[in-house]
T-cell receptor, first 115, second 111 residues
Framework: GAVVSQHPSRVICKSGTSVKIECRSL??????MFWYRQFPKQSLMLMAT?????????EQGVEKDKFLINHASLTLSTLTVTSAHPEDSSFYIC???????????FGPGTRLTVL | QKEVEQNSGPLSVPEGAIASLNCTYS??????FFWYRQYSGKSPELIMF????GDKEDGRFTAQLNKASQYVSLLIRDSQPSDSATYLC???????????FGSGTRLLVRP
């Protein structure tokens, strides 16, 4: 149990385009999902907390107009990187919080490369 | 600023030995503690969680929590080369459900 999927697993795009990443909890309902970014050889950096049916809460320094988050249902959250630039190239990972046990389970991640 | 501290390593142990990974945290009120394993290029996977003082065992893994000392550890018995990874300690923030992560300890198990 407790499986979280992410799609796509890898994306390469041109500078200036937008990229949407989906995060789904497959076998449990997640009222709260989290979006992280990880640069090579660095630890996870929390970008935002996504709550179903309400606006996301962004961490300090994360541009909410650049990283659009939608949590439309109890099993789906999306992150859209708008007007992507090469410095946005990173490993984006979502996690979903199991409302029953409270544990966070991570998706497999999406590797974004912006040319 | 709530902090979680881990030694970055690498911690190198021979195959079959016990690997001991340590973590300290700053918020005395923390209630939930997690250990994740992350292989290079992959996302973290949950190994164990612990909420109460003392030891919690699951197979080759034992988590230890000492809230008075604000210290949590992970023991890996009979270490295998496949255990070589970065181990992330995380502390739950009850009000927001966030996890505060340490920077991770890299473990290397030598065949």
């Amino acid at each position: 149990g407790a499986v979280v999927s992410q799609h796509p697993s890898r994306v390469i795009c041109k500078s200036g385009t937008s990229v949407k990443i989906e995060c789904r909890s497959l076998d449990f309902q997640a009222t709260t999902m989290f979006w992280y970014r990880q640069f090579p050889k660095q630890s996870l950096m929390l970008m935002a907390t996504s709550n179903e049916g309400s606006k996301a809460t962004y961490e300090q320094g994360v541009e909410k107009d650049k990283f659009l988050i939608n949590h439309a249902s109890l099993t789906l959250s999306t992150l859209t990187v708008t007007s992507a630039h090469p410095e946005d190239s990173s490993f984006y990972i979502c996690s979903a919080r199991d409302g029953v046990g409270g544990t966070q389970y991570f998706g497999p991640g999406t590797r974004l490369t912006v040319l | 600023q709530k902090e979680v501290e881990q030694n970055s390593g690498p911690l190198s142990v021979p195959e079959g030995a016990i690997a001991s990974l340590n973590c300290t945290y700053s918020d005395r009120g923390s209630q939930s503690f997690f250990w994740y394993r992350q292989y290079s290029g992959k996302s973290p996977e949950l190994i164990m969680f612990i909420y109460s003082n003392g030891d919690k065992e699951d197979g080759r893994f034992t988590a230890q929590l000492n809230k008075a000392s604000q210290y949590v550890s992970l023991l890996i018995r009979d270490s295998q080369p496949s255990d070589s990874a970065t181990y992330l300690c995380a502390v739950g923030e009850d009000s927001s459900y966030k996890l505060i992560f340490g920077s991770g300890t890299r473990l290397l198990v030598r065949p």
